[in-house]
């Protein structure tokens, strides 16, 4: 069945770093969406992209789909301590149904000042 | 704002024993969900339900799970007969038809 690799699985940062956690999925994707979960949480939508390439940017975050759709990015600049949780990707895979999301491990930022 | 609401927030349950959880989603969604997770891995999806049917299931949801909207509000999730590997906390999710989702802030099931 369809994967979604993410990586790396942990990073620390100091505050006014920046991060990237990367998504890779084995199917091409109709769409992929990104959620933070704060420690405790529940996953909280962040994003959307659906056009093979785009760009969208959300103050300091900036995300990315792949001109295959297959893969993502997202990027914080400047770190906050208000960044802390873990960033899951999730794709809706191009050939089923449309709606089952498949979620990466995460990626579970931590920042320190 | 609306939000996903889920009770309860925290069941125990004993092995072999019936649980339901009980999920509000946000009232002009389309689609409903139910996902799992356990502590410190992934999020897993279970099911997705759209125009009162199951759209989707995945591996996990096998025949001891089932999902019903019983009314025009709520979405449930029962499992028949629970097993300790049920231990996880479960979110319910809904959608809009752009399918980004929305989460309700959980439940967590203890089986003992």
């Known amino acids: 069945g369809q994967q979604v690799m993410q990586i790396p699985q942990y990073q620390h940062v100091q505050e006014g770093e920046d991060f990237t956690t990367y998504c890779n999925s084995s199917?091409?994707?109709?769409?992929i969406q990104w959620y933070k979960q704060r420690p405790g949480g529940h996953p909280v939508f962040l994003i959307q992209?659906?056009?093979?390439?785009e760009v969208k940017k959300q103050k300091r975050l900036t995300f990315q789909f792949g001109e295959a759709k297959k893969n993502s990015s997202l990027h914080i600049t400047a770190t906050q301590t208000t960044d802390v949780g873990t960033y899951f990707c999730?794709?809706?895979?191009?050939?089923?149904?449309?709606?089952?999301?498949?979620f990466g491990k995460g990626t579970t930022l931590s920042v320190s000042s | 704002e609306p939000e996903v609401t889920q009770t309860p927030s925290h069941q125990v349950t004993q092995m072999g024993q019936e649980v339901i959880l009980r999920c509000v989603p946000i009232?002009?969604?389309?689609?409903f969900y139910w996902y799992r997770q356990i502590l410190g891995q992934k999020v897993e999806f279970l099911v997705s339900?759209?125009?009162?049917?199951?759209?989707?299931k995945s591996e996990i949801f096998d025949d001891q799970f089932s999902v019903e909207r019983p009314d025009g509000s709520n979405f449930t999730l029962k499992i028949r007969s629970t097993k300790l590997e049920d231990s996880a906390m479960y979110f319910c999710?809904?959608?809009?038809?752009?399918?980004?989702?929305?989460f309700g802030p959980g439940t967590r099931l203890t089986v003992t």
């Open positions: 999730a794709g809706l895979d191009k050939g089923q149904a449309g709606t089952a999301l498949i």
């Open positions: 009232s002009n969604h389309l689609y």
């Open positions: 992209l659906v056009k093979s390439g």
């Open positions: 999710a809904s959608s809009g038809q752009y399918f980004e989702q929305y």
């Open positions: 339900f759209y125009n009162n049917e199951i759209s989707e």
């Open positions: 199917t091409t994707l109709s769409n």
